[in-house]
């Protein structure tokens, strides 16, 4: 039986932080690293390692996770002073988790092969959000060399419901582009359909009542419409991520033009402006008829 790897969390932001108790959860050695080391002070009670630097958190791991927030601050994480790349073991596994698109990805892919060309470099984004992440329900989109990277097999299964291999590094990066451009257009088409059901009179449990049990019935429309009407948009996805993830899409998909989510990032940008960046993506309903 294969010893279970000791694993270093970058990043406790929501989807950080989940993974990084699921795996206590799941009884693997865990390091923890956020740039505000409070974040992680649940975590460090229920078992984990609380780290200084992410060299002090990446230096006796297995396997590293990086859950942060773009390309730039990935790469200062992992590459700048007291970075985790030149802390890690030989023959390491580095799973990259955020989305940062497909420029900043395959960057860091050569970045850190030029750096430590010893390091296995798994690019693998989830499809999911912070419930389903709490959950271990997100799935992994992953890529890279599994073979080599067999010890970020036991990670997987701790903080997701699967992991679908697409190919070399960087392929996951570019299918959660497309996963993500969506989800974005599923949330923005659903925030006008209920405001068009408000407006002819119906509620959001009458437009449910109506899906319910047909192929359109997904169970991401049924949590936000209960979040349209409870008027409660806690994040399980903040607005300005989404709004991020929808230029990166439109950044890939180029010389290839896609209106729709063109106009999407333009409402979403007033919403933000708004200042509802930090609400939950479904706070575009509220935008749309305050």
């Given at each position: 039986?294969?010893?279970?790897?000791?694993?270093?969390?970058?990043?406790?932001?929501?989807?950080?932080?989940?993974?990084?108790?699921?795996?206590?959860?799941?009884?693997?050695?865990?390091?923890?690293?956020?740039?505000?080391?409070?974040?992680?002070?649940?975590?460090?009670?229920?078992?984990?390692?609380?780290?200084?630097?992410?060299?002090?958190?990446?230096?006796?791991?297995?396997?590293?996770l990086t859950m942060l927030p773009d390309g730039p601050t990935t790469r200062t994480v992992l590459l700048g002073s007291e970075g985790a790349l030149a802390a890690m073991k030989?023959?390491?596994?580095?799973?990259?988790?955020?989305?940062?698109?497909?420029?900043?990805?395959?960057?860091?892919?050569?970045?850190?092969?030029?750096?430590?060309?010893?390091?296995?470099?798994?690019?693998?984004?989830?499809?999911?959000?912070?419930?389903?992440?709490?959950?271990?329900?997100?799935?992994?989109?992953?890529?890279?060399?599994?073979?080599?990277?067999?010890?970020?097999?036991?990670?997987?299964?701790?903080?997701?419901?699967?992991?679908?291999?697409?190919?070399?590094?960087?392929?996951?990066?570019?299918?959660?582009?497309?996963?993500?451009?969506?989800?974005?257009?599923?949330?923005?088409?659903?925030?006008?359909?209920?405001?068009?059901?408000?407006?002819?009179?119906?509620?959001?449990?009458?437009?449910?009542?109506?899906?319910?049990?047909?192929?359109?019935?997904?169970?991401?429309?049924?949590?936000?419409?209960?979040?349209?009407?409870?008027?409660?948009?806690?994040?399980?996805?903040?607005?300005?991520?989404?709004?991020?993830?929808?230029?990166?899409?439109?950044?890939?998909?180029?010389?290839?033009?896609?209106?729709?989510?063109?106009?999407?990032?333009?409402?979403?940008?007033?919403?933000?402006?708004?200042?509802?960046?930090?609400?939950?993506?479904?706070?575009?309903?509220?935008?749309?008829?305050?």
């Open positions: 039986m294969m010893k279970q790897p000791t694993v270093a969390v970058l990043g406790l932001g929501a989807m950080g932080h989940a993974f990084a108790a699921n795996l206590l959860k799941r009884g693997l050695a865990t390091r923890v690293w956020n740039r505000t080391q409070s974040r992680g002070a649940d975590l460090a009670d229920l078992g984990a390692t609380l780290c200084a630097t992410p060299a002090d958190a990446a230096r006796e791991a297995d396997v590293v030989p023959k390491a596994v580095l799973a990259q988790m955020g989305t940062l698109g497909v420029e900043a990805t395959e960057a860091l892919i050569a970045a850190v092969g030029q750096s430590r060309e010893d390091i296995v470099f798994i690019d693998a984004p989830v499809s999911g959000t912070k419930a389903p992440a709490e959950n271990a329900q997100v799935l992994v989109l992953a890529s890279g060399d599994r073979q080599a990277a067999a010890a970020v097999e036991p990670v997987f299964a701790a903080i997701a419901k699967g992991a679908r291999w697409l190919g070399p590094a960087g392929a996951g990066s570019r299918m959660k582009l497309v996963v993500n451009a969506w989800l974005i257009a599923m949330m923005e088409g659903l925030a006008e359909s209920a405001q068009l059901a408000a407006a002819l009179g119906f509620s959001p449990d009458d437009l449910w009542g109506v899906l319910e049990g047909g192929p359109l019935a997904a169970p991401y429309v049924k949590g936000k419409l209960d979040m349209i009407k409870q008027d409660n948009y806690d994040p399980q996805m903040a607005l300005v991520w989404g709004l991020k993830d929808a230029r990166l899409a439109l950044k890939a998909a180029d010389p290839r033009h896609l209106p729709g989510l063109q106009r999407i990032s333009e409402i979403w940008q007033q919403a933000v402006d708004a200042g509802h960046g930090d609400s939950d993506i479904s706070v575009v309903y509220r935008y749309l008829h305050p």
